[in-house]
């Protein structure tokens, strides 16, 4: 999430955490590749419609074709956010109906990829380097006093979400 305008501090901010992510990507590439998380967020709408080619139908030529109701996109939808790295998605969250995209939400998010990325870890053959090195994923959320907070959550030692 962007807001539209940032402050000088947020801008700043976002320079420095970008920096920061640079800095460690010069160090070791293919491990920091190999190890940064990233999100997205996509509206899916609860309906497949037909291509003009998938609903033609065969008529005589005498025949006239056949009638077809308009589909609307207002059959429904939800916000799917997908956490994914290197390796495929961690995993996918679908936003409850009436629920709303707030820092509670975002919060929670970063508390269910910290738990996905143990588990995850906890499978994989190396526990130890790919605790140690999950850094840099980087969120701006909108807190609930209206001002921007920031959460970074970097899994070293100790898992930890800094807000």
Same mark, same amino acid.
């Given at each position: ?18 920096? +920061?992510? =640079? ?7 293919? +491990?920091? =590749? ?6 997205? +967020?996509t509206w899916l709408h609860h309906f497949t419609p037909e291509s003009?080619?998938? #609903? #033609? ?12 109701a308009k589909t609307q996109q207002s059959a429904g939808k939800v ?15 679908? =936003? ?7 820092s509670d939400y975002y919060t929670s998010l970063l508390e269910r =990829? ?14 130890? #380097?790919? !605790? ?5 994923? !980087? ?7 209206? +001002?921007?907070?920031?959460? !970074?959550?970097?899994?070293? #030692? ?6």
């Open positions: 999430w962007v807001p539209h305008e940032l402050t000088i501090d947020q801008k700043q901010q976002r320079i420095d955490d970008s920096k +920061e992510c =640079l800095k460690l990507f010069n160090r070791n590439k293919s +491990e920091f =590749l190999r190890r940064y998380v990233t999100m997205d +967020e003009n080619r998938h #609903s #033609s139908q065969w008529t005589a030529r005498d025949e006239p074709t056949p009638k077809r916000l799917a956010s997908v956490f994914w790295d290197a390796q495929g998605i961690i995993f996918i969250d679908y =936003l409850k109906k009436g629920k709303t995209i707030n =990829l910290k738990v996905e990325i143990a588990k995850k870890t906890a499978s994989s053959e190396e526990k130890k #380097s790919a !605790v140690s090195s999950r850094q840099c994923t !980087v969120s701006q959320i909108n807190a609930n006093n209206g +001002e921007i907070a920031r959460i !970074v959550l970097r899994i070293a #030692s100790a898992s930890t979400v800094h807000t």
